[in-house]
């Protein structure tokens, strides 16, 4: 059985991020930075890639004003490809403010709150390679192509811990608009497309 698409079935313009999932030292890091020997220890908030659920912590691709260019748009798309893995682990859709809107923000955000009131989460991690496909002429607008490989994704019991089922993973092509606002990129569309 194929996994089904965390933002549910989109048929709008720009990325849709699939699921997949990885661990590492015996513990799942989203954002690829395992911790020390010590369980206790934690990323720092100020540290690159690295969020949390937590006050005071910092989102990927969120912060003070960025370029309006198209390397900036890419980083704020792989900002939001962090933090959408976080926000699916955590079950927090809020996690997402900073770096999406609307259509997709709320699109997404009805995913989460579909999984969360059936009890489980899901832990995954996406190999990203976008590109800039192309601008609008004022260059507010940049479509980001990537072929997301998703390493697996791992389905949980949000009261247990316990797995409950996993999916292997696989490569999808996926179109993202990224819009620039208030000195920021953000997400605001999504398309999945063919096996790349």
């Known amino acids: 059985m194929r996994f089904r698409k965390c933002v549910g079935p989109l048929v709008l313009m720009g990325l849709l991020a699939a699921c997949g999932g990885r661990t590492d030292g015996g513990g799942f890091h989203p954002n690829g930075q395992a911790t020390d020997d010590d369980s206790s220890a934690a990323p720092l908030s100020g540290a690159p890639g690295s969020a949390g659920a937590s006050a005071g912590t910092t989102t990927p691709g969120a912060g ?3 370029p309006k260019t198209p390397q900036s748009a890419l980083a704020a798309y792989r900002g939001y490809q962090l933090t959408y893995e976080m926000a699916y682990e955590n079950n927090d859709p809020s996690l997402l403010n900073p770096v ?3 259509p ?4 997404v955000t009805r995913d989460i709150n579909e999984i969360r009131a059936q009890g489980y989460i899901w832990r995954f991690h ?6 800039v496909q192309g601008t609008s002429a004022d ?3 940049v479509v980001v192509l990537d072929c997301i490989k998703t390493l697996g994704s791992y389905k949980f019991s949000a009261k247990t811990g316990r797995r409950l089922g996993s999916y292997r993973g696989g490569t999808a092509a996926y179109q993202a608009t990224m819009r620039y606002s208030d000195s920021t990129w953000k997400i605001s569309e999504a398309t999945e497309g063919e096996k790349c």
């Open 104 to 107: 997709l923000l709320s699109t």
């Open 139 to 141: 260059g507010s607008t």
């Open 100 to 102: 999406a809107v609307d």
């Open 126 to 131: 996406n190999v990203l390679n976008p590109h």
């Open 64 to 66: 003070g004003p960025m």
